[in-house]
């Protein structure tokens, strides 16, 4: 395995902890610390979000720019990529029921075409996570804008400043003015819409993963630099980036202006460059790498695993310890089913795909 693809497997390893503690309920009130680190683990998204678009500006680099492939042959393989395990947890959703009063047809139409994303009322109504799915294709459909246009750092921060900028009076505007009619069980699907799950108010996440994008091909930044100055500069930063992470948990770091999703974005950013000056052996290992090759499957099972899980009754009657063993107890039942799921499930459908596109290929080719 490629040390970036290590460092960028552990960090989403890292990143579902946070993603599935966030997700996971309690039987009363937790101690005001243990409060705050669980809110702070919906900062894992961002992680994804940033490794995400990372690897999409990455390959369409390699396989579009480079002419290996078309766009439009890039676009669906990175669809039905992502599409075997979204629609079989779709599709069993559906088949569950409970997800409120919402239309089934609408809900299935707009999941299984990836637009749900694009609507406050479907954007989050089956999984409670698929917004990020939604989100991911509208980012694949806009990258070969954004590659044109932003093709540099300077360039990439631009815009970075430019979206946030729009981001905040968008979701200022919609709430305060356009959201005032709307009812109020449908409020903060609404505002959580505009917030964050509505692909457009994220662009400024993806203009970050794009700085990191263009600065990490000038390798030769850090090529002169020796290794115990490595291990220093690697040090300080993360020791920046542990103070900022936990000055954002405990809600003391603020800058006017600045959204706090911007706030995580850049003490993210701090991690991440920290990792690849020198790796963390905390943090990039075997353990977290494991996980992280099978964060899509967690990512998409666990909140129906913790319902299951958070059903059983009390059984300690400390609420924060019986918070923390059902938490890893669902942690553990999500990384099963990923595992499971994708070796049984995904790999053999797409190694099908793979199989079916290189026959056609070939039968192409021997028409010709």
């Known amino acids: 395995m490629k040390e970036r693809d290590r460092i960028l497997d552990s960090l989403k390893g890292i990143s579902i902890l946070g993603i599935v503690l966030v997700h996971s309920k309690t039987s009363g009130d937790l101690p005001t610390i243990a409060g705050q680190i669980k809110a702070m683990g919906a900062t894992g998204t961002i992680v994804f979000m940033l490794i995400s678009v990372y690897l999409m500006l990455s390959s369409y680099e390699k396989m579009v720019m480079l002419g290996n492939d078309t766009y439009i042959k890039w676009f669906v393989s990175k669809l039905l990529r992502m599409a075997p395990m979204y629609w079989l947890f779709l599709a069993l959703r559906l088949f569950l029921g409970g997800y409120g009063n919402q239309a089934i047809i609408g809900n299935a139409i707009t999941h299984f075409f990836f637009i749900n994303s694009l609507f406050p009322t479907f954007a989050n109504s089956l999984l409670s996570v698929e917004w990020f799915v939604g989100a991911l294709v509208f980012f694949y459909l806009i990258t070969p804008i954004m590659y044109k246009v932003f093709d540099d750092a300077v360039k990439a921060f631009c815009g970075l400043l430019v979206t946030s900028s729009v981001a905040l009076i968008l979701n200022h505007v919609c709430v305060n003015i356009f959201f005032n009619s709307v009812a109020d069980e449908k409020r903060y699907s609404y505002e959580a819409w505009i917030g964050g799950w509505f692909p457009p108010v994220l662009l400024d996440v993806y203009c970050a993963a794009m700085i990191w994008f263009w600065v990490a091909k000038k390798k030769s930044i850090i090529a002169d630099i020796s290794e115990q100055t490595r291990k220093r500069l690697s040090f300080s930063l993360m020791a920046l980036f542990a103070i900022l992470f936990v000055a954002d948990t405990i809600g003391e770091f603020r800058v006017w202006g600045i959204s706090s999703k911007l706030i995580s974005v850049f003490t993210y950013l701090l991690l991440i460059t920290a990792l690849y000056i020198h790796p963390s052996k905390l943090i990039v290992n075997n353990v977290w790498a494991f996980v992280g090759k099978y964060t899509y499957g967690i990512f998409l099972s666990h909140i129906m695993i913790i319902n299951m899980i958070f059903k059983?009754?009390?059984?300690?009657?400390?609420?924060?310890?019986?918070?923390?063993?059902?938490?890893?107890?669902?942690?553990?039942?999500?990384?099963?089913?990923?595992v499971a799921l994708t070796e049984l499930f995904e790999r053999p459908i797409l190694k099908l795909l793979k199989i079916s596109r290189k026959n056609r290929l070939t039968k192409k080719n021997t028409i010709v």
């Open 312 to 338: 059983i009754p009390v059984c300690l009657s400390n609420v924060l310890l019986d918070w923390i063993v059902k938490y890893f107890t669902s942690l553990c039942g999500a990384i099963i089913v990923s």
